[in-house]
């Protein structure tokens, strides 16, 4: 499978690329994923990175089960629930793609989530060898 990333001049510094092509390969379309709790039911609450690593720790291992890994993500939405962890977020997400293909990606605030204590959530779409 070839994959090209489309990166920007600031795009980058944002953890994201402007695109990823993609040539060949078996599609993955990824609901979304919280993370408020992880391994044997704890909350992380208010704690936006907790939830995020949390959550990308779950896409992990929803992608493990159809026979792929986060570096196949080749896009991602990206909802939080207060715009001052926009930051906070694009830092996170250089942790899990630490070679600089990022995803193409949208960061958008939005007044809630279907479970209260939610404070960010992540889907995506990944291309994994046939």
């Given at each position: 499978?070839?994959?090209?990333?489309h990166k920007g001049?600031?795009?980058?510094?944002r953890s994201f690329s402007r695109a990823v092509a993609t040539r060949g390969g078996r599609t993955i379309w990824l609901a979304g994923h919280g993370g408020f709790a992880g391994a044997g039911g704890k909350t992380f609450g208010n704690d936006f990175a907790?939830?995020?690593?949390?959550?990308?720790?779950?896409?992990?291992?929803?992608?493990?089960?159809?026979?792929?890994?986060?570096?196949?993500?080749?896009?991602?939405?990206?909802?939080?629930n207060d715009a001052r962890h926009g930051n906070d977020f694009v830092e996170i997400r250089k942790e899990f793609f630490p070679?600089?293909?990022?995803?193409?990606?949208?960061?958008?605030?939005c007044a809630g989530f279907a479970h209260p204590q939610m404070m960010v959530e992540i889907q995506g779409v990944a291309v994994v060898e046939d």
């Open positions: 499978m070839d994959r090209q990333y001049s600031w795009q980058s510094e907790g939830q995020t690593r949390q959550a990308f720790a779950n896409l992990g291992e929803t992608l493990a089960m159809a026979g792929g890994s986060l570096k196949d993500i080749v896009t991602m939405t990206v909802f939080i070679d600089g293909n990022y995803p193409g990606s949208a960061l958008i605030t």
